[in-house]
Protein backbone atom coordinates (compact mmCIF):
# COMPACT_ATOMS: atom_id res chain seq x y z
CA UNK A 1 0.00 0.00 0.00
CA UNK A 2 3.27 2.43 0.82
CA UNK A 3 5.59 2.43 -1.39
CA UNK A 4 9.53 1.48 0.07
CA UNK A 5 11.78 3.25 1.81
CA UNK A 6 15.32 2.09 1.55
CA UNK A 7 17.25 2.20 5.17
CA UNK A 8 19.89 4.09 3.46
CA UNK A 9 17.08 6.64 2.01
CA UNK A 10 15.97 7.15 5.40
CA UNK A 11 19.28 7.85 6.96
CA UNK A 12 19.78 10.67 4.19
CA UNK A 13 16.75 11.85 4.95
CA UNK A 14 17.59 12.25 8.41
CA UNK A 15 20.65 13.50 7.65
CA UNK A 16 19.07 16.40 5.90
CA UNK A 17 17.06 16.84 8.88
CA UNK A 18 20.42 17.24 11.07
CA UNK A 19 21.92 19.19 8.59
CA UNK A 20 19.13 22.08 8.22
CA UNK A 21 18.70 22.06 12.83
CA UNK A 22 23.05 23.13 12.32
CA UNK A 23 22.14 25.57 9.28
CA UNK A 24 19.04 27.02 11.76
CA UNK A 25 21.01 27.23 14.87
CA UNK A 26 24.32 28.38 13.82
CA UNK A 27 24.43 32.35 14.36
CA UNK A 28 24.26 34.21 10.80
CA UNK A 29 24.73 37.98 10.26
CA UNK A 30 21.41 39.47 9.63
CA UNK A 31 20.76 40.99 6.25
CA UNK A 32 20.45 44.47 6.25
CA UNK A 33 21.37 47.39 3.88
CA UNK A 34 20.87 50.25 5.62
CA UNK A 35 19.28 52.02 2.68
CA UNK A 36 18.54 55.04 4.47
CA UNK A 37 19.75 58.34 3.51
CA UNK A 38 19.71 61.88 5.57
CA UNK A 39 17.04 64.45 4.04
CA UNK A 40 17.33 67.24 6.57
CA UNK A 41 19.36 67.84 9.65
CA UNK A 42 19.35 70.23 12.41
CA UNK A 43 21.74 71.39 14.88
CA UNK A 44 18.44 73.58 16.04
CA UNK A 45 15.34 74.07 15.25
CA UNK A 46 14.55 78.06 13.68
CA UNK A 47 11.48 79.39 11.98
CA UNK A 48 10.58 81.20 9.23
CA UNK A 49 9.40 84.90 11.33
CA UNK A 50 7.67 87.65 9.57
CA UNK A 51 10.70 89.66 9.85
CA UNK A 52 14.01 89.70 11.28
CA UNK A 53 12.59 92.08 13.64
CA UNK A 54 9.70 89.66 15.03
CA UNK A 55 12.44 87.55 15.35
CA UNK A 56 14.93 88.98 17.68
CA UNK A 57 12.03 90.08 19.69
CA UNK A 58 10.70 86.68 19.85
CA UNK A 59 14.34 85.92 21.28
CA UNK A 60 14.18 89.03 23.59
CA UNK A 61 11.05 88.02 25.45
CA UNK A 62 12.06 84.15 25.87
CA UNK A 63 9.23 83.29 23.06
CA UNK A 64 11.55 81.82 21.05
CA UNK A 65 14.54 79.88 22.78
CA UNK A 66 16.06 77.85 20.15
CA UNK A 67 17.46 75.18 22.64
CA UNK A 68 14.53 74.17 24.08
CA UNK A 69 12.89 73.23 20.91
CA UNK A 70 12.72 69.76 19.45
CA UNK A 71 10.60 67.76 17.28
CA UNK A 72 9.38 64.81 18.54
CA UNK A 73 6.51 63.88 15.14
CA UNK A 74 6.43 63.66 11.80
CA UNK A 75 3.87 63.48 8.86
CA UNK A 76 4.05 64.17 4.88
CA UNK A 77 1.63 65.08 2.65
CA UNK A 78 2.28 65.64 -0.93
CA UNK A 79 4.41 67.97 -0.57
CA UNK A 80 4.69 69.16 2.94
CA UNK A 81 6.73 67.76 5.66
CA UNK A 82 5.04 68.07 9.34
CA UNK A 83 6.82 67.96 12.30
CA UNK A 84 5.27 68.41 16.18
CA UNK A 85 7.45 70.24 18.45
CA UNK A 86 5.77 70.11 21.84
CA UNK A 87 6.43 72.63 24.50
CA UNK A 88 8.22 70.26 26.67
CA UNK A 89 9.95 73.64 28.06
CA UNK A 90 9.47 77.33 27.95
CA UNK A 91 10.51 79.08 24.51
CA UNK A 92 8.66 76.91 21.75
CA UNK A 93 6.82 79.84 19.42
CA UNK A 94 4.79 77.32 17.18
CA UNK A 95 4.08 74.02 18.01
CA UNK A 96 3.57 72.14 14.43
CA UNK A 97 4.92 73.39 11.81
CA UNK A 98 6.35 72.31 8.09
CA UNK A 99 8.94 72.32 5.61
CA UNK A 100 8.27 72.89 1.82
CA UNK A 101 9.84 68.89 0.38
CA UNK A 102 10.91 71.18 -2.85
CA UNK A 103 13.31 73.02 -0.13
CA UNK A 104 16.46 72.45 -1.86
CA UNK A 105 17.98 73.21 1.56
CA UNK A 106 18.67 69.69 3.34
CA UNK A 107 21.00 71.75 6.40
CA UNK A 108 18.72 73.39 9.24
CA UNK A 109 15.68 74.67 7.17
CA UNK A 110 13.69 77.02 8.58
CA UNK A 111 10.41 75.68 9.79
CA UNK A 112 6.90 77.54 8.92
CA UNK A 113 4.27 77.71 11.59
CA UNK A 114 1.18 75.25 10.66
CA UNK A 115 -1.39 76.59 10.05
CA UNK A 116 -0.04 80.01 10.41
CA UNK A 117 1.64 82.51 13.48
CA UNK A 118 -1.84 83.49 15.52
CA UNK A 119 -2.77 79.51 15.84
CA UNK A 120 -0.35 79.30 18.28
CA UNK A 121 -0.45 82.64 20.21
CA UNK A 122 -2.45 82.93 23.53
CA UNK A 123 -3.65 86.55 23.91
CA UNK A 124 -3.82 88.47 26.94
CA UNK A 125 -7.24 89.41 28.55
CA UNK A 126 -8.24 92.78 29.99
CA UNK A 127 -6.30 91.60 33.31
CA UNK A 128 -3.08 90.57 31.54
CA UNK A 129 -3.58 87.14 31.76
CA UNK A 130 -3.16 84.34 28.94
CA UNK A 131 -6.61 83.39 27.58
CA UNK A 132 -6.18 79.49 26.26
CA UNK A 133 -9.17 79.53 23.92
CA UNK A 134 -7.46 82.25 22.05
CA UNK A 135 -4.68 79.75 21.21
CA UNK A 136 -5.70 77.37 18.68
CA UNK A 137 -2.95 74.70 18.92
CA UNK A 138 -1.49 74.20 22.21
CA UNK A 139 1.57 71.07 22.45
CA UNK A 140 0.55 68.50 20.24
CA UNK A 141 3.15 64.68 19.92
CA UNK A 142 1.94 62.48 17.20
CA UNK A 143 -0.05 64.12 13.88
CA UNK A 144 -1.47 61.88 11.00
CA UNK A 145 -2.67 62.74 7.34
CA UNK A 146 -5.50 60.78 6.28
CA UNK A 147 -6.03 59.48 2.61
CA UNK A 148 -9.51 61.93 2.59
CA UNK A 149 -6.90 65.42 2.81
CA UNK A 150 -7.50 66.43 6.47
CA UNK A 151 -4.94 66.98 8.94
CA UNK A 152 -5.62 65.31 12.28
CA UNK A 153 -3.61 66.58 15.18
CA UNK A 154 -3.57 65.05 18.85
CA UNK A 155 -3.32 68.00 21.22
CA UNK A 156 -2.16 67.37 24.80
CA UNK A 157 -2.79 70.65 25.64
CA UNK A 158 -0.41 70.43 28.44
CA UNK A 159 2.64 73.46 28.65
CA UNK A 160 5.70 73.25 30.06
CA UNK A 161 5.94 69.33 30.67
CA UNK A 162 9.39 69.38 32.00
CA UNK A 163 8.74 72.67 34.07
CA UNK A 164 6.03 74.33 35.73
CA UNK A 165 3.52 71.90 34.00
CA UNK A 166 0.39 73.32 33.15
CA UNK A 167 -2.87 72.12 31.44
CA UNK A 168 -3.61 74.92 28.99
CA UNK A 169 -6.74 73.14 27.43
CA UNK A 170 -8.11 69.62 27.80
CA UNK A 171 -6.67 66.96 25.20
CA UNK A 172 -8.44 67.81 22.03
CA UNK A 173 -8.59 66.17 18.51
CA UNK A 174 -7.51 69.14 16.09
CA UNK A 175 -9.01 68.64 12.33
CA UNK A 176 -7.80 70.42 9.69
CA UNK A 177 -8.38 70.77 5.84
CA UNK A 178 -5.13 70.33 3.83
CA UNK A 179 -6.41 71.86 0.99
CA UNK A 180 -7.37 74.90 2.22
CA UNK A 181 -5.40 74.78 5.54
CA UNK A 182 -8.68 75.97 7.89
CA UNK A 183 -10.02 74.25 10.78
CA UNK A 184 -12.68 71.59 9.99
CA UNK A 185 -13.22 70.67 13.68
CA UNK A 186 -12.53 70.51 17.03
CA UNK A 187 -13.00 67.45 19.24
CA UNK A 188 -12.09 67.74 23.21
CA UNK A 189 -11.69 64.37 25.44
CA UNK A 190 -14.93 64.43 27.89
CA UNK A 191 -13.32 64.26 31.88
CA UNK A 192 -14.19 60.64 31.87
CA UNK A 193 -11.44 59.96 29.13
CA UNK A 194 -8.96 61.88 30.93
CA UNK A 195 -7.66 59.85 34.27
CA UNK A 196 -4.92 60.95 36.67
CA UNK A 197 -1.61 60.37 34.61
CA UNK A 198 -3.67 60.79 31.32
CA UNK A 199 -1.14 61.41 28.42
CA UNK A 200 -2.28 60.85 24.60
CA UNK A 201 0.74 60.95 22.56
CA UNK A 202 0.05 58.65 19.21
CA UNK A 203 -2.80 58.75 16.94
CA UNK A 204 -3.89 56.50 14.28
CA UNK A 205 -6.91 57.03 11.54
CA UNK A 206 -8.42 54.22 10.33
CA UNK A 207 -10.28 56.19 6.94
CA UNK A 208 -10.99 53.97 4.01
CA UNK A 209 -14.88 55.68 4.44
CA UNK A 210 -14.13 59.24 4.95
CA UNK A 211 -16.99 60.28 6.26
CA UNK A 212 -17.40 57.26 8.24
CA UNK A 213 -13.39 57.58 9.37
CA UNK A 214 -12.64 56.43 13.14
CA UNK A 215 -9.67 57.71 15.15
CA UNK A 216 -7.56 55.83 17.74
CA UNK A 217 -5.68 58.13 20.64
CA UNK A 218 -3.28 55.76 22.95
CA UNK A 219 -3.02 56.70 26.55
CA UNK A 220 0.25 55.99 27.88
CA UNK A 221 -0.14 57.20 30.93
CA UNK A 222 -2.77 55.53 32.33
CA UNK A 223 -2.95 52.82 30.02
CA UNK A 224 -6.20 53.28 27.72
CA UNK A 225 -7.22 53.36 23.80
CA UNK A 226 -10.15 56.28 22.79
CA UNK A 227 -11.75 55.28 19.83
CA UNK A 228 -13.30 58.57 18.09
CA UNK A 229 -16.20 58.16 15.56
CA UNK A 230 -16.11 61.30 13.55
CA UNK A 231 -19.69 60.10 11.86
CA UNK A 232 -21.05 60.34 15.05
CA UNK A 233 -18.74 63.12 16.93
CA UNK A 234 -18.40 60.92 19.59
CA UNK A 235 -16.19 59.05 21.72
CA UNK A 236 -15.21 56.13 24.23
CA UNK A 237 -12.50 54.83 26.13
CA UNK A 238 -11.24 50.97 25.77
CA UNK A 239 -9.05 49.68 28.55
CA UNK A 240 -7.33 46.31 28.60
CA UNK A 241 -4.62 44.44 30.10
CA UNK A 242 -2.27 44.27 26.89
CA UNK A 243 -2.29 47.76 27.26
CA UNK A 244 0.03 48.16 30.17
CA UNK A 245 3.92 48.56 30.93
CA UNK A 246 6.08 45.43 31.39
CA UNK A 247 7.83 45.74 34.76
CA UNK A 248 10.79 43.91 33.37
CA UNK A 249 11.12 45.95 30.04
CA UNK A 250 11.43 49.85 31.70
CA UNK A 251 15.05 50.07 31.75
CA UNK A 252 16.60 52.36 28.66
CA UNK A 253 20.33 52.92 28.13
CA UNK A 254 21.05 54.66 24.95
CA UNK A 255 24.50 56.50 24.37
CA UNK A 256 25.64 55.85 27.59
CA UNK A 257 22.34 57.53 29.27
CA UNK A 258 20.29 55.16 31.58
CA UNK A 259 16.78 55.66 32.53
CA UNK A 260 13.94 53.86 33.43
CA UNK A 261 9.76 54.31 31.82
CA UNK A 262 6.94 52.86 33.02
CA UNK A 263 4.86 54.15 30.04
CA UNK A 264 1.82 51.96 28.40
CA UNK A 265 0.32 52.06 25.77
CA UNK A 266 1.78 54.11 22.83
CA UNK A 267 2.78 52.09 19.16
CA UNK A 268 -0.66 51.78 17.79
CA UNK A 269 -0.51 50.60 14.01
CA UNK A 270 -3.62 50.36 11.11
CA UNK A 271 -3.66 47.24 8.09
CA UNK A 272 -5.84 48.10 5.38
CA UNK A 273 -9.24 46.51 5.64
CA UNK A 274 -9.33 42.85 6.23
CA UNK A 275 -12.35 41.07 4.05
CA UNK A 276 -15.09 41.70 6.69
CA UNK A 277 -14.37 45.19 6.25
CA UNK A 278 -12.14 45.99 9.20
CA UNK A 279 -8.48 47.09 9.69
CA UNK A 280 -6.53 45.15 12.22
CA UNK A 281 -4.50 47.56 15.18
CA UNK A 282 -1.48 46.56 15.80
CA UNK A 283 -0.28 47.88 19.31
CA UNK A 284 2.34 47.65 22.08
CA UNK A 285 3.08 49.36 25.09
CA UNK A 286 6.26 51.72 25.24
CA UNK A 287 7.69 49.34 28.09
CA UNK A 288 7.07 46.08 26.62
CA UNK A 289 9.24 43.61 24.37
CA UNK A 290 5.60 42.53 22.99
CA UNK A 291 3.44 42.68 19.89
CA UNK A 292 -0.37 42.62 20.60
CA UNK A 293 -3.38 42.77 17.84
CA UNK A 294 -7.22 43.30 17.61
CA UNK A 295 -9.70 43.77 14.89
CA UNK A 296 -10.89 47.15 14.67
CA UNK A 297 -14.69 45.49 14.72
CA UNK A 298 -14.16 44.93 17.99
CA UNK A 299 -12.93 48.39 18.96
CA UNK A 300 -15.99 49.95 17.03
CA UNK A 301 -18.29 48.55 18.74
CA UNK A 302 -19.07 50.88 21.45
CA UNK A 303 -21.24 48.18 23.22
CA UNK A 304 -19.05 45.34 22.84
CA UNK A 305 -15.33 47.26 23.20
CA UNK A 306 -16.51 48.64 27.07
CA UNK A 307 -17.12 45.14 27.38
CA UNK A 308 -14.68 42.73 29.43
CA UNK A 309 -15.79 40.07 27.70
CA UNK A 310 -13.90 41.19 24.75
CA UNK A 311 -10.79 39.86 26.61
CA UNK A 312 -10.38 37.17 23.89
CA UNK A 313 -10.56 39.13 21.12
CA UNK A 314 -7.18 40.61 22.11
CA UNK A 315 -4.21 38.66 20.29
CA UNK A 316 -0.68 38.15 21.46
CA UNK A 317 1.21 38.06 18.18
CA UNK A 318 5.31 37.83 19.94
CA UNK A 319 8.00 39.34 21.28
CA UNK A 320 10.89 41.43 19.95
CA UNK A 321 13.71 40.16 22.18
CA UNK A 322 16.28 41.74 24.72
CA UNK A 323 15.85 45.40 24.27
CA UNK A 324 13.18 45.79 21.58
CA UNK A 325 11.26 48.28 23.52
CA UNK A 326 9.29 50.01 20.43
CA UNK A 327 8.09 53.68 20.25
CA UNK A 328 5.82 54.50 17.62
CA UNK A 329 5.12 52.18 14.57
CA UNK A 330 3.31 52.10 10.90
CA UNK A 331 2.43 50.16 8.58
CA UNK A 332 2.66 50.58 4.98
CA UNK A 333 -0.39 49.09 3.85
CA UNK A 334 0.53 48.67 0.22
CA UNK A 335 3.34 45.52 1.32
CA UNK A 336 1.71 44.60 4.55
CA UNK A 337 5.10 45.87 6.44
CA UNK A 338 5.34 47.25 9.76
CA UNK A 339 8.08 49.63 10.38
CA UNK A 340 8.94 50.37 14.12
CA UNK A 341 11.55 52.53 15.85
CA UNK A 342 13.43 51.08 18.43
CA UNK A 343 14.74 53.64 20.66
CA UNK A 344 17.41 51.10 22.87
CA UNK A 345 18.84 50.06 19.74
CA UNK A 346 19.34 53.17 17.54
CA UNK A 347 17.34 51.70 14.88
CA UNK A 348 14.13 50.66 12.85
CA UNK A 349 13.32 46.93 12.40
CA UNK A 350 10.15 45.87 10.38
CA UNK A 351 7.81 43.14 10.67
CA UNK A 352 5.77 41.35 7.08
CA UNK A 353 2.45 41.32 8.43
CA UNK A 354 1.76 38.21 6.51
CA UNK A 355 4.18 36.28 8.59
CA UNK A 356 3.04 33.59 11.11
CA UNK A 357 5.71 33.93 13.64
CA UNK A 358 6.82 37.02 15.00
CA UNK A 359 10.15 36.35 16.39
CA UNK A 360 13.51 38.09 16.47
CA UNK A 361 14.03 36.06 13.27
CA UNK A 362 10.87 37.57 11.60
CA UNK A 363 11.82 41.20 12.17
CA UNK A 364 14.22 42.90 9.42
CA UNK A 365 16.43 45.09 10.49
CA UNK A 366 16.25 48.25 8.24
CA UNK A 367 18.56 51.14 9.72
CA UNK A 368 20.88 51.29 12.57
CA UNK A 369 23.15 54.01 13.60
CA UNK A 370 24.67 55.30 16.85
CA UNK A 371 25.26 58.43 15.05
CA UNK A 372 21.98 59.37 12.36
CA UNK A 373 19.60 57.11 14.34
CA UNK A 374 20.04 57.83 18.05
CA UNK A 375 16.36 57.55 19.46
CA UNK A 376 14.37 57.21 16.45
CA UNK A 377 10.73 58.94 17.73
CA UNK A 378 8.60 58.77 14.56
CA UNK A 379 8.08 56.62 11.85
CA UNK A 380 5.83 57.77 8.94
CA UNK A 381 5.21 55.86 5.08
CA UNK A 382 3.91 58.69 2.65
CA UNK A 383 1.66 58.02 0.07
CA UNK A 384 4.03 57.46 -3.00
CA UNK A 385 5.89 54.79 -0.72
CA UNK A 386 8.58 56.55 0.77
CA UNK A 387 9.42 55.75 3.78
CA UNK A 388 10.37 58.59 6.64
CA UNK A 389 12.20 58.18 10.10
CA UNK A 390 12.79 61.59 12.51
CA UNK A 391 15.90 61.20 14.91
CA UNK A 392 16.05 62.85 17.49
CA UNK A 393 18.66 62.22 20.81
CA UNK A 394 15.22 63.09 23.17
CA UNK A 395 16.70 61.20 25.94
CA UNK A 396 19.82 63.99 25.87
CA UNK A 397 17.38 66.36 25.60
CA UNK A 398 15.15 65.06 28.76
CA UNK A 399 18.42 63.94 31.38
CA UNK A 400 21.57 66.06 30.02
CA UNK A 401 21.51 68.64 27.71
CA UNK A 402 21.64 69.00 23.55
CA UNK A 403 24.91 70.35 22.13
CA UNK A 404 24.15 73.41 19.94
CA UNK A 405 27.45 72.33 17.66
CA UNK A 406 26.20 68.91 17.36
CA UNK A 407 23.40 68.04 14.25
CA UNK A 408 20.65 67.01 16.90
CA UNK A 409 17.63 65.97 14.52
CA UNK A 410 17.47 64.02 11.73
CA UNK A 411 15.21 62.78 8.97
CA UNK A 412 15.57 59.78 7.13
CA UNK A 413 13.92 58.53 4.22
CA UNK A 414 14.26 56.11 1.21
CA UNK A 415 11.84 54.42 -0.99
CA UNK A 416 9.87 51.59 1.05
CA UNK A 417 11.08 48.86 -1.45
CA UNK A 418 14.77 49.97 -1.06
CA UNK A 419 14.38 50.32 2.99
CA UNK A 420 13.34 46.35 3.46
CA UNK A 421 15.50 45.13 0.66
CA UNK A 422 17.39 41.77 1.75
CA UNK A 423 15.60 41.97 4.60
CA UNK A 424 12.92 39.56 6.60
CA UNK A 425 10.03 41.90 5.36
CA UNK A 426 11.29 41.64 1.63
CA UNK A 427 8.32 41.34 -0.62
CA UNK A 428 10.13 39.78 -3.26
CA UNK A 429 11.50 36.82 -1.01
CA UNK A 430 9.51 34.05 -0.64
CA UNK A 431 8.31 32.02 2.36
CA UNK A 432 9.60 28.70 3.32
CA UNK A 433 7.26 25.68 2.49
CA UNK A 434 4.91 24.83 5.52
CA UNK A 435 6.74 21.58 5.78
CA UNK A 436 10.22 23.40 6.25
CA UNK A 437 8.98 26.26 8.46
CA UNK A 438 6.75 23.93 10.70
CA UNK A 439 10.24 21.54 11.15
CA UNK A 440 11.75 25.12 11.86
CA UNK A 441 9.48 25.84 14.50
CA UNK A 442 9.42 22.17 16.07
CA UNK A 443 13.43 22.20 16.18
CA UNK A 444 13.51 25.96 16.86
CA UNK A 445 15.60 26.82 20.32
CA UNK A 446 13.17 27.98 23.27
CA UNK A 447 13.74 31.23 24.17
CA UNK A 448 11.91 30.84 27.77
CA UNK A 449 14.01 32.79 30.74
CA UNK A 450 12.25 30.67 33.28
CA UNK A 451 15.06 29.05 35.51
CA UNK A 452 14.93 25.25 35.83
CA UNK A 453 13.14 23.76 38.93
CA UNK A 454 15.59 22.90 41.79
CA UNK A 455 16.57 19.58 41.19
CA UNK A 456 15.89 19.32 37.83
CA UNK A 457 18.24 17.46 35.19
CA UNK A 458 20.52 19.62 32.85
CA UNK A 459 20.34 18.89 29.54
CA UNK A 460 22.31 20.71 26.61
CA UNK A 461 20.84 23.43 24.98
CA UNK A 462 20.01 23.63 21.18
CA UNK A 463 22.70 26.17 21.18
CA UNK A 464 25.32 24.51 23.59
CA UNK A 465 28.57 23.37 22.22
CA UNK A 466 28.19 19.85 23.65
CA UNK A 467 24.96 19.28 21.39
CA UNK A 468 26.38 21.09 18.28
CA UNK A 469 28.82 18.09 18.86
CA UNK A 470 26.45 15.70 19.38
CA UNK A 471 24.47 16.38 16.19
CA UNK A 472 27.44 17.23 13.78
CA UNK A 473 28.41 13.52 14.83
CA UNK A 474 25.10 12.03 14.32
CA UNK A 475 25.30 13.52 10.69
CA UNK A 476 28.77 12.39 9.81
CA UNK A 477 27.95 8.90 11.04
CA UNK A 478 24.35 8.37 8.98
CA UNK A 479 26.23 9.85 6.14
CA UNK A 480 29.09 7.60 5.91
CA UNK A 481 28.63 4.67 8.54
CA UNK A 482 29.47 1.27 6.02
CA UNK A 483 27.03 -0.65 8.78
CA UNK A 484 24.08 1.45 8.03
CA UNK A 485 24.21 1.87 4.35
CA UNK A 486 22.45 -1.34 3.55
CA UNK A 487 19.24 -1.75 1.36
Avoid at 401 to 426: E, M, P
Wanted: aromatic fraction near 10%; hydrophobic fraction near 40%.
Amino acid sequence: MFPSITRSSMHRLLATVCLFQLATIIPRPALANDNLRVAYQWNEIDFEFSSDTERQEALASGRYIPENVIPVGLEVYKKRLFLTLPRWKQGIPASLAYINLNETTTQSPRLYPYPNWSAHRRLPDEAGNSVADAQEIVSPFRIRADRCGRLWVLDTGVDELLGNTTVIAPTSLVVYDLHTDNLLRRYQFPSDHLKEGSFYANIAVEDAVCEDTFAYAADLGSPALVVYSWKQQESWRVKHHFFHPDPLAGNYNITGINFQWDDGLFGIALSKPQPDGYATLFFHPLSSLNEFSVSTKVLRNRTYALDSSNYKEFKVLGSRGPNGQAGVAFLDQKTGVIFYALPNLNAVTCWKTSNRAYTIKSLGRVYMSTVDMVFPNDVKVDDESRLWVLSDRLHQYMYESLNRNDTNFRILTATVKDAIQNTACDTNIKPLPDIITNLGDILRPSTSTVAPRAGSSTVPTLHSKPFLILLLATVITLLFSPNLITT
